[in-house]
């Protein structure tokens, strides 16, 4: 166990730099800072260097500005335009992950279940009574 924490740390310690070094290409490029990119053609057949270039280049304002926003969302700074639309789909996530969980349950207890082709059309039906028990009830 001792040797597989050891073997892993160093594994982690890698991916924590790797993260570190995208981080701050991130941050040059939103900062309009000169960029190196290296390109080069090898030729596997012949065994040897075609090409090997190098350039600089400063970002675009598009490039500066995706850039900037990757990193403000990585931080948690920036959050998608509409706050109730991604909570919707954090609750749409958790009720499928229930249903889920649920059919497993009742597949692991010996329970028979209907395909949910079967299964959704009435409870879709069920919805909509309730929605208009709602409506009648608020003078809708």
């Given at each position: 166990m001792?040797?597989?924490?050891?073997?892993?740390?160093?594994?982690e310690r890698k991916a924590d730099l790797d993260v570190d070094k995208a981080i701050a290409h991130?941050?040059?490029?939103?900062?309009?800072r000169e960029i190196k990119a290296r390109s080069s053609t090898y030729?596997?057949?012949k065994k040897r260097m075609l090409e090997d270039t190098t350039i600089s280049y400063s970002p675009g304002a598009k490039q500066q500005v995706e850039a900037l926003e990757l990193y403000l969302k990585y931080k948690g700074v920036l959050r998608n335009a509409s706050k109730d639309l991604e909570d919707a789909q954090t609750r749409k996530a958790k009720a499928e992950a229930d249903m889920a969980e649920a059919r497993a349950e009742d597949v692991n207890n010996g329970k028979k279940l209907e395909p949910m082709e079967f299964v959704m059309p009435e409870l879709m039906k069920e919805s909509e009574t309730d929605a208009g028990d709602d409506n009648k009830e608020t003078g809708d």
């Open positions: 001792v040797y597989m924490k050891e073997r892993l740390q160093s594994i991130l941050l040059d490029i939103g900062m309009g030729d596997n057949i």
